[in-house]
Nanobody
């Protein structure tokens, strides 16, 4: 089994920055895609950023958020700058992981971390 543990959320003032981390543990052979999603109260979960060879961002975060990865640590990051109140949501990481060369890739989700942007 693969576990994803997120961290880095919290309360920040508008214009501030946060860096979210998503550490994967367990039997991991390879990761071929990663992503961050968010869900605000009363809204559906939406894509924030994905990277699977090419990187894509939601229009609302382009130029402010950056997705990155540390392969040695099996950790994915989301650097969030110039935060706005509308960025307030629970943020979830998603990794597509293969546990061995002869198994298919599966999607795994983190437990979510709360980000609140407020003065």
């Amino acid at each position: 089994q693969v576990q994803l543990v997120e961290s880095g959320g919290g309360l920040v003032q508008p214009g501030g920055s946060l860096r979210l981390s998503c550490a994967a543990s367990g039997r991991i052979f390879s990761i071929n895609a990663m992503g961050w999603y968010r869900q605000a109260p009363g809204k559906e979960r939406e894509l924030v950023a994905t990277s699977d060879g090419s990187t894509n961002y939601a229009d609302s975060v382009k130029g402010r958020f950056t997705i990155s990865r540390d392969n040695a640590k099996n950790t994915v990051y989301l650097q969030m700058n110039s935060l706005k109140p509308e960025d307030t949501a629970v943020y979830y990481c998603n990794l597509r992981v293969r546990q061995s060369a002869w198994l298919p890739f599966y999607n795994y989700w983190g437990q979510g971390t709360q980000v609140t942007v407020s003065s």
